[in-house]
């Protein structure tokens, strides 16, 4: 069985400032990936960042970047210069075989002006 | 494209009757997955299919069905609801489930209260 866990249900940041979200997993595949998604109040969900397990390169995507330690099985989401349009619930995600999600709890993002 | 649609986006319903929900992807996926989400929780996955007439369980399929006859549409048939069903379902679909394709895009959800 695959579990995610994030263990921050509400952060808050200074627009402009920079949040580091944590997320640990724990998964018996040798073959996976990991996802954070971002869930607005409209409920769509938005894929922010997508790393793949055997890629040691931290993945990066505009102002949002992983911070991926393997051997921990820790994939944290860095959002620098934060925005108000940030302001959402964060997920993250294994994807394993047959790209079957197993979602974390989420972390709610407030963005102060 | 209008990439995932859900229909209804919103509906309640009494313990005992019946539904299914919509789902339609103009993407030419192969993979198609439900999920529900609880209040304040994550996303589950119910049902699942890699292609059509093939489905499978996910975590928590008791009390859905679910078909593929169509590499567009995947629906899902609540037959005698419960309270306990009572969440936000998504629909999404992925071209592949190997490297660089396997982005999942999501339906814009449908509120399923069972009163």
């Known amino acids: 069985a695959q579990t995610v866990t994030q263990s921050q249900p509400e952060m808050s940041v200074q627009e402009a400032e920079t949040v580091t979200l944590s997320c640990t997993y724990d998964?018996?595949?040798?073959?996976?990936?990991l996802f954070w998604y971002k869930q607005p109040p409209s409920r769509q969900m938005i894929l922010v960042i997508r790393?793949?397990?055997?890629?040691?390169q931290n993945a990066t995507e505009n102002r949002f970047s992983v911070n991926f330690q393997k051997a921990a099985k820790s994939f944290s989401l860095k959002i620098s210069d934060s925005q108000l349009g940030d302001a959402a619930m964060y997920f993250c995600a294994l994807g394993a075989a047959g790209n079957k999600l197993t979602f974390g709890g989420g972390t709610r993002v407030l963005v102060k002006p | 494209n209008a990439g995932v649609t859900q229909t209804p986006k919103f509906r309640i319903l009494k313990i005992g009757q019946s539904m299914t929900l919509q789902c339609t992807q103009d993407?030419?996926?192969?993979?198609m997955y439900w999920y529900r989400q609880d209040p304040g929780m994550g996303l589950k996955l119910i049902y699942y299919?890699?292609?059509?007439?093939?489905?499978d369980k996910g975590e928590v399929p008791n009390g859905y069905n679910v078909s593929r006859s169509t590499t567009e549409d995947f629906p899902l048939r609540l037959e005698l609801a419960a309270p306990s069903q009572t969440s936000v379902y998504f629909c999404?679909?992925?071209?592949?489930?190997?490297?660089?394709?396997?982005?999942?895009?999501f339906g814009p959800g449908t509120r399923l209260t069972v009163l």
């Open positions: 993407m030419n996926h192969n993979y």
């Open positions: 998964t018996s595949e040798s073959d996976y990936y």
């Open positions: 790393q793949e397990a055997y890629k040691q």
């Open positions: 999404a679909s992925s071209l592949l489930a190997g490297p660089g394709s396997n982005e999942q895009f």
């Open positions: 299919s890699v292609g059509a007439g093939i489905t």
